[in-house]
């Protein structure tokens, strides 16, 4: 699987068209997956980006920071690909029965914090696509974000695909 991925992160910045200007300096919004929760990104240079993911999961929540790459996607102005890579920090019930489970591992495993929480800790990728509406400061994105933990579990979940609706600050 992490063969896979590392070839297909590959191809998109090979084979992307040349890197280009952001439609935009911050957004935040909202995610929609397998967990749902908050989005917040920012460019820090021309085409790079930090991306920021709150989400709830397992009767707690989870916490990612992406450091992002986007290029034009398909010569179409409006529309950017991106990958990137970081971490998530996610803190969890030991015993919420929510059918989206992390990793599909039942032992509800992780680092006891006590009051029956738990705690993961791993590395995250994504590859995804947002299109900027030039009338309205607003974009909509769709992304797949594979994660291993490697800290209070040793779980790869590759099943968050998700989409966003951001709010544009220019």
Known sequence: MKKYFLLLLAAFFLFSSKLDAQNYKTSLGLR???????????????VRALEFILVTRRGGVGLTGLYEIHTRAFGLDRLQAYGGIGGHINVFDRYDSNFWDWDDDRDRDGIELGNDQLLNIGLDMVLGLEYTIKELPFNVGIDW???????GDYGLSSDQFAISFRFVFR
């Open 32 to 46: 929609i997956g397998p967990y749902y929760g908050v989005t917040f990104k920012h460019f820090t240079q021309n």
């Open 145 to 151: 974000k594979p994660a291993i933990n490697l800290i």
